[in-house]
């Protein structure tokens, strides 16, 4: 999460809103279910940041994995 500290910096974002997106997309993407990976943030960061979380977390979980099955990439 050290890079999506740094593009915070650079953007001018809250650090906090720019790790949850991160992670939210990266978790997503890895286990293909967004709204889990979501409810997992809500534990662990603000409320206000759910809209964004849940869209970030739905685009990186559509995204094709090249170490999946086809099946398991739908």
């Given at each position: 999460?050290?890079?999506a500290l740094a593009v915070a910096l650079l953007v001018g974002i809250?650090?906090?809103f720019a790790m949850a997106v991160c992670i939210?997309?990266?978790y997503a993407y890895i286990?293909?279910?967004p709204i889990m990976a979501a409810?997992?943030?809500l534990l662990c960061f603000p409320p206000s940041?759910?809209?964004i979380v849940i869209v970030s977390a739905?685009?990186?979980s559509k995204v094709p994995n090249p170490f999946l099955?086809?099946?398991e990439n739908k």
């Open positions: 999460s050290f890079a809250n650090g906090h939210s997309a990266g286990c293909r279910k409810a997992l943030l940041y759910l809209p739905f685009i990186a099955s086809k099946e």
